[in-house]
């Protein structure tokens, strides 16, 4: 079955303490990002990703950071999270058809910083 | 800057009526338009993908349009039925160099049995 995992689902961590949440493609997708959904603010994104090892920023990156050393996973690392991290967090993919390609999206991460 | 309006922000109907939903986006200059489901605490889902060139794209009961000139696009839902509901995103992609995803606040959508 096609799809974007991600791992955990739900995650309650303190200040500070560094994750990771996971994510990954089956569908052979180049383009691939994460996004934060927060109330009132929609979905912004975070960081993308093109191809293997090509990253930029999005439009809210600061705490963050992804790599994409294989074309299948594109990880998003918290170093020293903080409250203000706390939001549910996708990561979606997609054919780099000039654009054109459709978005699929990852179930959600729910991360609460205390 | 482009932005992405969705109105109205919920709708509440009786289930069978059939129903529209609005997207308006301030720079015509966009790639293409995609439609999105959301259910509560889970991720989205895509409906349907319109290209820059194209008017409309029809799933099922859904149908969207697109008029780039006007920088509106509807999402037509026939005969809704109680499993419609949910919240409806719109997301542009732009046309510049990352071809960025800009995302309308959604429609929270209630058919009422």
């Known amino acids: 079955e096609a799809q974007v995992t991600q791992n955990p689902r739900y995650l309650i961590t303190v200040t500070g303490k560094k994750l990771t949440v996971t994510c990954s493609q089956n569908?052979?997708?180049?383009?691939m990002s994460w996004y934060r959904q927060d109330p009132g603010l929609g979905l912004r994104q975070i960081y993308y990703?093109?191809?293997?090892?090509?990253?930029d920023k999005g439009d809210v990156p600061e705490g963050y950071k992804v790599s994409r050393k294989e074309k299948r996973n594109f990880p998003l690392i918290l170093e020293s999270p903080s409250p203000n991290q706390t939001s549910l967090y996708f990561c979606?993919?997609?054919?780099?058809?000039?654009?054109?390609?459709?978005?699929?999206f990852g179930p959600g991460t729910r991360l609460t910083v205390l | 800057k482009q932005e992405v309006t969705q109105i109205p922000a919920a709708l509440s109907v009786p289930e069978g009526e059939n129903l529209v939903l609005n997207c308006s986006f301030t720079?015509?200059?966009?790639?293409?338009l995609q439609w999105f489901r959301q259910d509560p605490g889970k991720g989205l889902t895509s409906l349907l993908l319109?290209?820059?060139s194209q008017r409309e794209q029809t799933s099922g009961r859904l149908n969207a349009s697109l008029d780039k000139s006007s920088g509106r696009s509807t999402l037509y839902i026939a005969a809704s039925q109680p499993g419609d509901s949910a919240t409806y995103l719109c997301?542009?992609?732009?046309?510049?160099?990352?071809?960025?995803?800009?995302w309308g606040a959604g429609t929270k959508l209630i058919i009422k049995p």
């Open positions: 979606a993919s997609s054919l780099w058809v000039q654009g054109s390609g459709e978005q699929f």
């Open positions: 569908m052979n997708h180049e383009y």
């Open positions: 990703s093109m191809n293997v090892e090509v990253t």
């Open positions: 720079d015509s200059a966009i790639y293409n």
């Open positions: 319109i290209q820059s």
């Open positions: 997301a542009v992609r732009l046309g510049d160099s990352n071809y960025q995803l800009i």
